[in-house]
């Protein structure tokens, strides 16, 4: 059974950080692309952070400079360290992996919000 557990989110003023990490049961990130996706109440969804299976990077331009996406294959972890929070940033952040295979496979979510 494949099982994806985002941690690391909370409550944090405007202009701190944050680390999220996703932890991967079941699929191996290094075999897949993981992406960081948030959804905020009102808003459209949006992909913001990505990294292949290569380890290749992508981010959306709303983050790009402030939020960086790396990958621990000992841990089978993927991270998102989030730095100059916004409250535009006050999200449910998930974790989102497709395999080589083409399987696809979502997080539970994890609250952010930025406010003073």
């Known amino acids: 059974q494949v099982q994806l557990v985002e941690s690391g989110g909370g409550l944090v003023q405007p202009g701190g950080s944050l680390r999220l990490s996703c932890a991967a049961s079941?699929?191996?990130?290094?075999?897949?692309?993981a992406n960081w996706y948030r959804q905020a109440p009102g808003k459209q969804g949006e992909v913001v952070a990505a990294?292949?299976?290569?380890?290749?990077?992508n981010y959306a331009d709303s983050v790009k400079g402030r939020f960086t996406v790396s990958r621990d294959n000992a841990k089978n972890t993927v991270y998102l360290q989030m730095n100059s929070l916004k409250p535009e940033d006050t999200a449910v952040y998930f974790c989102?992996?497709?395999?080589?295979?083409?399987?696809?496979?979502w997080g539970q979510g994890t609250q952010v919000t930025v406010s003073s």
């Open positions: 989102h992996a497709r395999t080589l295979l083409g399987s696809v496979y």
């Open positions: 079941g699929i191996m990130f290094s075999d897949s692309t």
């Open positions: 990294i292949t299976s290569g380890g290749m990077t």
